[in-house]
């Protein structure tokens, strides 16, 4: 059983920092791309960024320059630190990331149950 637990949201005024961490659990094989992704209310699900097991990272478009992604892979961990927050990046952020477990090397998308982050003055 695979488990990708969030950590790290909560409220900051515009212009603030916060950083997100996943740590992923269970019986892993190999854990392939890790990333964000954010749901603002009624909108959907819409990609922050993703890090591959080499280390190279892609992010959106509004998100460069603000954010950064990191992993760590012995930790089994995922980052993402956010600088210079503004209103619009109100929204729960989820933890994901395609993993193999032991009992299946098919890799397969795991998602956590998401961390809010809430930015207002």
């Known amino acids: 059983q695979v488990q990708l637990v969030e950590s790290g949201g909560g409220s900051v005024q515009p212009g603030g920092s916060l950083r997100l961490s996943c740590v992923v659990s269970?019986?892993?094989?190999?854990?392939?791309?890790m990333g964000w992704y954010r749901q603002s209310p009624g909108k959907g699900r819409e990609l922050v960024g993703l890090i591959r097991s080499g280390g190279s990272a892609n992010l959106a478009d509004s998100m460069k320059g603000r954010f950064t992604i990191s992993r760590d892979n012995f930790k089994k961990m995922v980052y993402l630190q956010m600088n210079s927050l503004i209103p619009e990046d109100t929204a729960v952020y989820y933890c994901n990331a395609e993993i193999s477990t032991t009992t299946s090397l098919r890799p397969q998308n795991y998602w956590g149950r998401g961390t809010q982050v809430t930015v207002s003055s």
């Open positions: 269970g019986s892993i094989f190999s854990i392939n791309a």
